[in-house]
T-cell receptor
């Protein structure tokens, strides 16, 4: 069964608009972490934001925020005021497991294109 | 800065060859991971390791093995390379504290099996 599901293969957004990238996850663990990474065309993986399963507040990092809805098992990434440089692949990931053997799994990714 | 280094950026190997992909990290991280990335499939976990000589299968371990003899080095081995193993391979490492921290990635190795 897919642990991380990103249902939007591609998204096109006008510059300066806000964009929401969807992510749902599946786990039976109580303690887990959710991550978003950006992969520009250069191929590097850039960490954007993290949300712990016990964090009560939604995580924010500059223009990035994570809309965490635990009961729905969703962890959507919101990018405010999009910029041309935001065009990239975006991956949602989940870490689960006890300290030690922690597994990190990724979704299929969403290709975001920002139009001028 | 954390540095994760993969030994090759591009590799071309023949079918049936034994292939070694090397990954080294310099931040004393316990956890290390190997993924392959294919269009439309995202990153799929092949193997991961949480300590020296400790390894766990990921979601697609068939056709691969790994070795972790030293904490800083995690090797992916293709015992007998096949054309369906042509892919981008990414190595990552992370701490294993009581909390959760992000993984740091290498630059990737694009492997072509002919």
């Amino acid at each position: 069964a897919q642990k991380i599901t990103q249902t939007q293969p591609g998204m096109f957004v006008q510059e300066k608009e806000a964009v929401t990238l969807d992510c749902t996850y599946d786990t039976s663990d109580q303690s887990y972490g959710l991550f978003w990474y950006k992969q520009p065309s250069s191929g590097e993986m850039i960490f954007l934001i993290y949300q712990g399963s016990y964090d009560e507040q939604n995580a924010t990092e500059g223009r990035y925020s994570l809309n965490f809805q635990k009961a729905r098992k969703s962890a959507n990434l919101v990018i405010s005021a999009s910029q041309l440089g935001d065009s990239a692949m975006y991956f949602c990931a989940m870490r689960e497991g006890v300290q030690g053997a922690q597994k990190l799994v990724f979704g299929q990714g969403t290709r975001l294109t920002i139009n001028p | 800065d954390v540095k994760v280094t993969q030994s090759s950026r591009y590799l071309v190997k023949r079918t049936g060859e034994k292939v070694f992909l090397e990954c080294v990290q310099d931040m004393d991280h316990e956890n290390m991971f190997w993924y392959r990335q294919d269009p439309g499939l995202g990153l799929r976990l092949i193997y991961f390791s949480y300590d020296v000589k400790m390894k766990e299968k990921g979601d697609i371990p068939e056709g691969y093995s790994v070795s972790r003899e030293k904490k800083e080095r995690f090797s992916l081995i293709l015992e007998s390379a096949s054309t369906n193993q042509t892919s981008m391979y990414l190595c990552a490492s992370s701490l294993s504290p009581t909390g959760m921290t992000e993984a740091f990635f290498g630059q990737g190795t694009r492997l072509t099996v002919v």
